[in-house]
């Protein structure tokens, strides 16, 4: 049972390439996340998929996209990278109990992006 | 909406020494309070959460935190702290009446730096 995986673990990008981010979790749950962890600023949520086959925008989704490709897996993909995407990003999962606000998210151990 | 403040972005302490860690929280509606622990270079693991009934919620690892709804805090406290207790701890809210996804909204962060 290896939880929340993500890869890749670091990845250093040229402004204007693109990437994909993948995610999986083996817990069965609905619902999954993707935030960015930013110096001084915390967890700001960037897509979040509620169960398989929606997703929806979060806080800061400008500049990416996302595919719920099956119940297990989650990706985040920049089109066209940019420096101010420069950021540890961290994929999410939780169980979606149906009381969601009290559900506990599981992390995974985030991908280290810097884009020049 | 809602939002988190963590008063105090380092804190410093001595092992076997008690800690606390700050949080307050504002928000117009009814909220649930979580508590969660990110190790160096892992990803974020719950501590502990307040969904109702007494106010003083023990966790992981020794520690407790208080719900105080009329100063809106929820500080986190450990009677005696270990070098392994060294991390980043993160204090997030998830609004009571969102049924549709987990939104979770982070404070920035208190790194806690334990020194023998």
């Known amino acids: 049972n290896a939880g929340v995986t993500q890869t890749p673990k670091f990845q250093v990008l040229k402004t204007g390439q693109s990437m994909t981010l993948q995610c999986a979790q083996d817990?069965?749950?609905?619902?999954m996340y993707w935030y960015r962890q930013d110096p001084g600023m915390g967890l700001r949520l960037i897509y979040y998929?509620?169960?398989?086959?929606?997703?929806d925008k979060g806080e800061v989704p400008n500049g990416y996209n996302v595919s719920r490709l099956n119940k297990r897996e989650f990706s985040l993909r920049l089109e066209s990278a940019a420096p101010s995407q420069t950021s540890v990003y961290f994929c999410?999962?939780?169980?979606?109990?149906?009381?969601?606000?009290?559900?506990?998210?599981?992390f995974g151990p985030g991908t280290r992006l810097t884009v020049l | 909406a809602q939002s988190v403040t963590q008063l105090d972005s380092q804190v410093p302490v001595f092992e076997e020494a008690p800690v606390e860690l700050r949080c307050n929280y504002s928000?117009?509606?009814?909220?649930?309070l979580f508590w969660y622990v990110q190790y160096p270079n892992q990803g974020l693991q719950l501590l502990l959460k307040y969904l109702s009934g007494s106010t003083l919620v023990k966790g992981i690892n020794g520690f407790e935190a208080e719900f105080n709804k009329s100063q809106t805090s929820f500080h986190l406290r450990k009677p005696s702290v270990h070098i392994s207790d060294t991390a980043e701890y993160f204090c997030a809210v998830s609004d009571q009446g969102n049924t549709g996804f987990q939104k979770l909204v982070f404070g920035t962060g208190t790194r806690l730096l334990v020194s023998p």
């Open positions: 928000s117009s509606v009814s909220v649930y």
């Open positions: 999410a999962s939780s169980v979606a109990s149906g009381r969601q606000s009290t559900d506990t998210q599981y």
């Open positions: 998929s509620a169960s398989e086959g929606t997703t």
């Open positions: 817990m069965n749950h609905n619902s």
